[in-house]
């Protein structure tokens, strides 16, 4: 694991970097053979994996040794979670098609705003005649109100009042 994990390179999705943290200071350790390795980074600051659920915190931390985690139990511990966040794309790897940056992938706001008015027509969230007057802004606003206001069971669309029709044919 630690031959793959030196060869990719990771970045973080979110601003919680403590799975890949937690990463480097087992990287830092991947060499060594003893049974604990130190629980402080290399400027003794605790290494923070409260990512982690309480059972595996009990796991890794030794009570008898404070300031020490059981190298193999930590080991076992970052790389689970590393797993973990790459399967949501909470962690990204470079180069990757399937753990690529989604970010990446998303269209510029601009191009997004060029599009939207026609596709909620398209959906029928919105008339055609609201859509020559659309404002991206606005209409995100004023359309989240109106969903609040909604009660339970109404319908939202035409779309979803024509699938009800033809649901009762049936």
């Known amino acids: ?3 793959l994990a030196e060869k990719l390179q990771f970045t973080a999705m979110s601003e919680d970097g403590r799975v890949l943290d937690a990463l480097a200071h087992a990287q830092r350790h991947g060499r060594a053979r003893g049974e604990y390795i130190p629980a402080l980074d290399e400027e003794g600051k605790e290494v923070d994996i409260s ?9 890794v931390l030794d009570k008898t040794r404070p300031g ?3 190298r193999k139990h930590f080991e076992a511990m970052v790389f689970t979670y590393l797993a973990e966040e790459l399967r949501c794309g ?5 180069g990757s098609e399937e753990y690529a940056d989604w970010s990446q992938q ?5 191009a997004v705003e060029e599009k939207l008015a026609d596709y909620l027509v398209e959906v ?4 055609a005649g609201e859509a020559a007057e659309f404002d991206a802004g606005s209409w995100r606003t004023s359309s989240a109100a ?3 206001r ?3 069971g109404t319908p939202t669309t035409r779309a979803w009042s024509s699938m009800r029709r033809r649901a009762s044919r049936r």
């Open 51 to 59: 990512f982690a659920t309480q059972n595996w915190r009990k796991v």
């Open 1 to 3: 694991m630690f031959d």
């Open 124 to 127: 029928e969230l919105c008339e």
């Open 68 to 70: 020490q985690f059981v």
């Open 150 to 152: 909604r009660t339970p």
């Open 106 to 110: 998303l269209l510029a706001w601009e």
């Open 146 to 148: 109106r969903l609040r």
């Open 90 to 94: 909470d962690v990204a790897v470079a």
